[in-house]
Every structure is written in C-alpha cells, then in structure tokens.
C-alpha cells in the first residue's frame, strides 16, 4: 500500500479552459509589453504558446487554439519589427527562446522587412 501522504490522490477535475477573442493588434500589444517588462523567460526555448499559457493573461486559453495564436504572433513581431526595428531584428533580440524554437522546428525566422 502507498502512503497517500507522499504519493495523493490524482485531482480527477479537469483544467477549464476559455475561448479567447485574439487578432494581430492585440497579440502586438502583448509583446510590446512583454518586451518593457517580461512576464516570463524569453530565453527558454519553446513556441510562443507554450510560453504565454504561463502567463496571468492567457492562462486558460485552450489548446485548439494555438495555431491562430502562434500566426498572429509571428505576424505581430513582423509588425513590431517594421515600426520600431529600423533594420534590426528587435524580436529575435528580445525574444531569443522563440526564434531559436522556431529554426530548431525547421521553419524559416521571417523579421519582416
């Protein structure tokens, strides 16, 4: 017999998630203000909805999804890109963990210019 007080019962509740309403002006203003002040480590390698689930704003958002999220995403670093790089790649810069998951899948980095 195990002691349930090392090993508790699994919690059979299942994680509710919701809905989100997204479009590329507001996945933009995410990250124009993630890059004044980060809500998670933009040097961990891994895609731009693992790492925003983590966040407070986008905790809940459900699996299904991830592709829009992550397209709109890349065209919002596009556009932060044009506005403010001034030929530098700024989002590669502030966001190395997401450009380096992305070349590492095999996908080309696109900056936008």
């Not at 507001?26 to 895609?47: A, C, G, Y």
């Not at 790089?85 to 210019?113: E, Q, T």
Request: with cysteine; glycine share 6%.
């Amino acid at each position: 017999m195990l002691d349930t007080e090392f090993f508790p019962e699994p919690n059979p509740r299942k994680r509710k998630f919701k809905e989100y309403e997204f479009d590329n002006d507001s996945v933009e203003n995410f990250l124009k203000e993630e890059i004044v002040r980060p809500t998670w480590d933009h040097n961990r390698e891994e895609s731009l909805y693992a790492s925003c689930v983590k966040t407070e704003k986008w905790a809940d958002m459900h699996p299904d999804q991830r592709e829009d999220f992550c397209k709109c995403g890349r065209i919002a670093l596009q556009n932060i890109n044009r506005k403010y790089g001034k030929g530098m790649d700024i989002a590669a810069y502030h966001f190395s963990g997401l450009k380096r998951s992305v070349v590492n899948k095999g996908y080309y980095w696109d900056p936008g210019f």
